[in-house]
């Protein structure tokens, strides 16, 4: 992982909205290669990007309450301003990372993903932010290392989601080596440019589209490369529905509903519905990883 960093765009280059959808295309075309041209997808070659409104106001994120539209309401109680990421186990370089220090190493670039809950809704976010690849490389991740565990904030007294037992805090995930090291894998530091939301999980989370969105764990303080499985927040509360894998898969169904088809988030009071995609459209880029493994059992 020798590579050296060049700062290209930082958090607070604003790009507006309206600019930003006028670039879109040449952005898909470049960075977002992996979503132009999906062979039997029969759909459009770009990726329209929902609504600031739509990305920022329909949220996922417990710790601040279990309905959509709490995160809103309540993330701002969050201090993101200093923030601290604690990377150890397995690297040359451990300690704790001043989140302004990263930014002034890292390439920051846009990348337009799907997103797939595994409520079975989607979205397409226009994310900014970095390949955590760079970053596993700023720490020296060691070879030998399998496993990467990730961990949110627990603040009771910023969180008022945490004072209900619905899921064990901290949230925690985890991915394998390779899986993290995947160049689709990024940790997003904004959407649509402008600094990340803190319900959007400011100032940096995960963001990997093949999977189901509660993968993405959002405002990262704490990341151990590591030689054995992590535990994860979901398979914890659940491990018959929850497994570690959790990739977007039409052909597994949940086990109390299909997985076949979503909602698509934006298209108003009666919301369209699409199928699905194979790794959420990224099989050409990630199917690679997974062969040979009976993805039913390693859901
Ligand atoms: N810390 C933390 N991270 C989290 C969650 C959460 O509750 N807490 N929810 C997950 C789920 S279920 C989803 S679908 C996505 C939602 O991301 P978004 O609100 O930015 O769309 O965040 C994921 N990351
Ligand atoms: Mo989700």
Same mark, same amino acid.
């Given at each position: 992982?020798?590579?050296?960093?060049?700062?290209?765009?930082?958090?607070?280059?604003?790009?507006?909205?309206?600019?930003? /959808?006028?670039?879109?295309?040449?952005? $898909? =075309? !470049?960075?977002?290669? *992996?979503?132009?041209?999906?062979?039997?997808?029969?759909?459009?070659?770009t990726?329209?990007?929902?609504?600031?409104?739509?990305?920022?106001?329909?949220?996922?994120y417990?710790?601040?309450?279990?309905r959509k539209?709490?995160?809103?309401k309540?993330?701002?109680?969050?201090?993101?301003?200093?923030?601290?990421?604690?990377?150890?186990?397995?690297?040359?370089?451990?300690?704790?990372?001043?989140?302004?220090?990263?930014?002034?190493?890292?390439?920051?670039?846009?990348?337009?993903?799907?997103?797939r809950c595994?409520?079975?809704w989607?979205?397409?976010?226009?994310?900014?932010?970095?390949? /955590?690849?760079?970053?596993?490389?700023? $720490? =020296? !991740?060691q070879?030998? *290392?399998?496993?990467?565990?990730?961990?949110?904030a627990?603040?009771?007294?910023?969180?008022p989601?945490?004072?209900?037992?619905v899921?064990?805090?901290?949230?925690?995930?985890?991915?394998?080596?390779?899986?993290?090291?995947?160049?689709?894998?990024?940790?997003?530091?904004?959407?649509?440019?402008?600094?990340?939301?803190?319900?959007?999980?400011?100032?940096?989370?995960?963001?990997?589209p093949?999977k189901?969105?509660?993968k993405?764990i959002?405002?990262?303080?704490?990341?151990?490369?590591?030689?054995?499985e992590?535990?994860?927040?979901?398979?914890?509360?659940?491990?018959?529905?929850?497994?570690?894998?959790?990739?977007?898969?039409?052909?597994?169904p949940?086990?109390?509903?299909?997985?076949?088809?979503?909602?698509?988030?934006?298209?108003?009071?009666?919301?369209?519905?699409?199928?699905?995609?194979?790794?959420?459209?990224?099989?050409?880029?990630?199917?690679?990883?997974?062969?040979?493994?009976?993805l039913?059992?390693?859901?």
């Amino acid at each position: 992982m020798a590579r050296r960093w060049t700062n290209t765009l930082g958090p607070r280059d604003v790009t507006p909205e309206a600019v930003f /959808l006028n670039r879109r295309q040449i952005i $898909a =075309g !470049a960075a977002g290669a *992996a979503l132009v041209g999906l062979p039997g997808a029969g759909r459009a070659n770009t990726l329209e990007p929902n609504s600031w409104e739509d990305i920022t106001s329909y949220n996922n994120y417990y710790e601040f309450g279990t309905r959509k539209d709490d995160p809103e309401k309540y993330a701002h109680m969050l201090t993101t301003e200093p923030w601290t990421v604690r990377i150890e186990g397995m690297v040359d370089r451990p300690g704790d990372y001043a989140f302004a220090d990263i930014m002034q190493e890292m390439t920051v670039e846009e990348r337009i993903y799907r997103f797939r809950c595994v409520e079975a809704w989607s979205m397409v976010i226009p994310w900014t932010g970095f390949e /955590l690849a760079d970053l596993l490389g700023l $720490a =020296g !991740a060691q070879s030998g *290392a399998e496993y990467v565990a990730f961990e949110t904030a627990l603040r009771p007294d910023e969180m008022p989601g945490v004072h209900y037992n619905v899921l064990d805090w901290p949230y925690v995930e985890g991915l394998r080596m390779d899986e993290a090291l995947h160049p689709l894998t990024i940790m997003a530091t904004g959407i649509y440019g402008k600094d990340i939301p803190n319900q959007n999980g400011a100032p940096l989370r995960l963001v990997v589209p093949w999977k189901y969105g509660f993968k993405s764990i959002k405002s990262v303080v704490r990341i151990t490369v590591t030689e054995d499985e992590p535990p994860t927040s979901w398979n914890k509360a659940n491990a018959r529905e929850y497994g570690f894998y959790s990739n977007v898969n039409p052909n597994v169904p949940h086990r109390r509903w299909s997985q076949a088809s979503e909602k698509v988030i934006g298209t108003g009071l009666f919301p369209t519905r699409q199928d699905t995609l194979m790794f959420n459209g990224y099989a050409d880029e990630v199917a690679g990883l997974y062969e040979g493994m009976d993805l039913s059992r390693n859901f």
